[in-house]
């Protein structure tokens, strides 16, 4: 598998201002500093989405769209949107920022809902799946856990996804992505952004999200 070109497209914040033509998302959801634009810019091997130390400056839903050769389903070209939703969990500003990354992400997952129910000629955009990312070194916190329920419940697919795992030790690991798995209800891809591993599993799901009818 090749990426063949990756660019930044949108910040979304509704649903108005997310492309509709017929590329399918994968949405990218977990806590503040979780490391989701970490993630985007080692899947496509480019300093493509802006990373920051500071929980809560994603405040937008920021859409890449991402062009690859080959992958599950065969050679040939196909194209994805990664989207970079609004981290849950923190945000700068008070109670109000909260209110409003919130709104932002539902507004994003009705409508992609609505589009997944109908498949109509008025539907906006496909979500494929979805990728919950969580930091392997904090498992089963309670913001994961709400979220994770709150995503199950729009019917969409959800893959776990464990980051920072070459932060743990051997024993750490094995602990910690049972615990994942106890209490989130799936077992998690382990993943790091920084060392590689996992990235080729990540992206061969991602293909078979994103490739299937």
């Known amino acids: 598998m090749k990426v063949l070109e990756a660019q930044f497209v949108t910040s979304a914040v509704d649903a108005r201002g997310i492309p509709a033509d ?54 040939g070209r196909w194209s994805v949107y990664l989207a970079d939703l609004p981290g849950y969990g923190y945000a700068r500003g008070g109670s109000d920022s909260v209110i409003e990354l919130a709104r932002i992400a539902a507004a994003y997952f009705e409508d992609a809902d609505a589009t997944r129910r109908e498949r109509s000629s008025t539907a906006r955009y ?51 992505l049972g615990e994942l798995e106890r209490k989130l209800g799936m077992a998690a891809l382990p993943i790091s952004a920084r060392g590689g591993e996992g990235l080729d599993d990540l992206w061969r799901l991602i293909a078979n999200l994103s490739r299937q009818p």
């Open 22 to 75: 017929g590329i399918p998302h994968i949405a990218l959801v977990g806590r503040s500093n979780v490391g989701k634009s970490t993630v985007i810019n080692a899947l496509v091997r480019s300093p493509l989405a802006r990373t920051s130390a500071a929980a809560g400056k994603t405040r937008l839903a920021n859409l890449y769209r991402v062009s690859v050769d080959g992958g599950a389903g065969g050679a």
């Open 126 to 176: 496909r979500v494929a799946g979805v990728l919950h990312l969580v930091d392997s070194r904090h498992p089963g916190l309670a913001p994961d856990i709400e979220a994770a329920n709150w995503l199950d419940a729009t019917g969409l697919t959800r893959v776990l996804v464990a980051t920072k795992i070459d932060k743990l030790s051997r024993a750490e690991r094995a602990k910690n």
